[in-house]
């Protein structure tokens, strides 16, 4: 693969859930959870997905795992070894890619079956795709990741109800990177855990993704979470791409109204700071009924009329893309 080509790169990527007509005559309406995603992942990089709840950032990780149904647009993988068009990928290449590609959930105490024990947790996928052959090889992979998530001999004979939450976690990533993959979305993976238990596993994601070279779509509403291990960060609002950019750009100089608002909202802990978020009015709308225009319109305190009939599309400018028309008179002076 060349330094250029990225593991996963999507083109107008669509997931849409048609709903059961209401109405006896028009068309029954449709669910819009992702809507033309053009994005670019890195081998071996941290990529953040930020979005309010319903901003269709679960169901695009799903999607890019195959894990939903892509309506329009396409998934190409490419890792080096092989490469796939991921929408219409056949059977067989499909069993391939669900090693490659994984998934770590968010909630550890239920993504566990309570009885098994956590070497048959972790040994699961490898017997279910057929990866390892005899039970010698399968033990062995399965002490190697343990080792690397940091659980001992002793606890893969326990079962799940004996960890606590972090324990529980680094039991769900090793079963995920059990099958040594190149692509691994962790999707709220530590929200459910206590802050002080967040940075323990947030930095075993980290050691881990530089020692296999992994490549995460990390997905969470937490930005300062995402700010601490991302290099790469997506704001998604209504199942579009509102901004995309490194995430000290980001950071540093957010572009689109949405962004900043979400931004403002992280609690500081300089005083001078207290009262400057930028409350956002309102709900987020439904996607079975998105807004004309800019789908942030009903909400953003710029808007003008442009911006009620026309949709901005993805401006890219030096690596940070942003879709909103007037973004440059908006950005603060100086
Ligand atoms: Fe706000 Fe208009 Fe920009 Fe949308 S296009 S974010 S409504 S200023």
């Not at 979005?51 to 999607?63: I, M, N």
């Not at 993988?77 to 090693?99: C, F, M, P, Q, T």
């Not at 004996?162 to 995920?176: E, L």
């Not at 881990?208 to 509403?221: K, R, T, V, W, Y």
Request: net charge positive; charged share 25%.
């Amino acid at each position: 693969m060349s330094k250029k080509t990225p593991l996963i790169k999507t083109q107008g990527l669509s997931v849409h859930y048609p709903l059961r007509a209401t109405k006896l005559f028009g068309a029954p309406p449709v669910v819009r959870a992702v809507d033309g995603i053009d994005i670019e992942i890195a081998a071996g990089s941290f990529f953040g997905l930020v979005g309010e709840s319903g901003s269709g950032k679960t169901t695009l990780g799903r999607a890019l795992l195959r894990a939903a149904p892509i309506t329009t647009g396409t998934i190409e993988y490419d890792d080096g070894e092989v490469s796939y068009n991921i929408e219409n990928v056949g059977k067989a290449d499909l069993k391939d890619y669900r090693k490659r590609a994984q998934l770590i959930f968010q909630d550890p105490y239920a993504a566990l079956s309570p009885r098994m024990t956590v070497r048959d947790i972790i040994a699961e996928p490898l017997e279910v795709m057929g990866i390892t052959k005899t039970r010698e090889e399968t033990d062995a992979r399965v002490r190697e990741i343990a080792a690397k998530c940091r659980l001992s001999l002793e606890h893969l004979r326990r079962f799940p109800h004996a960890f606590s939450g972090g324990q529980r976690q680094r039991i769900s990533i090793a079963r995920a990177l059990v099958s040594n993959p190149k692509f691994v979305v962790a999707d709220e993976s530590v929200a459910a855990l206590d802050v002080s238990i967040q940075a323990d596993v947030l930095n075993l994601l980290k050691d881990i993704q530089h020692e296999m070279g992994l490549a995460f779509l990390f997905i969470s509403h937490d930005l300062s979470v995402v700010a601490h291990v991302c290099d790469h960060v997506a704001v998604m609002y209504l199942g579009r791409l509102v901004e995309s950019a490194p995430t000290r750009q980001l950071f540093a100089a957010p572009r689109h109204p949405y962004t900043r608002a979400l931004l403002s909202a992280i609690p500081s802990l300089d005083p001078d700071d207290r009262g400057k978020a930028q409350k956002l009015d309102g709900e987020i709308p439904s996607p079975t009924n998105p807004p004309p225009g800019c789908k942030f319109h009903t909400r953003c305190p710029y808007v003008k009329d442009k911006c009620r009939i026309d949709e901005p599309s993805l401006v890219v400018e030096k690596g940070h893309g942003v879709s909103c028309h007037f973004w440059k008179e908006l950005m603060p002076k100086g």
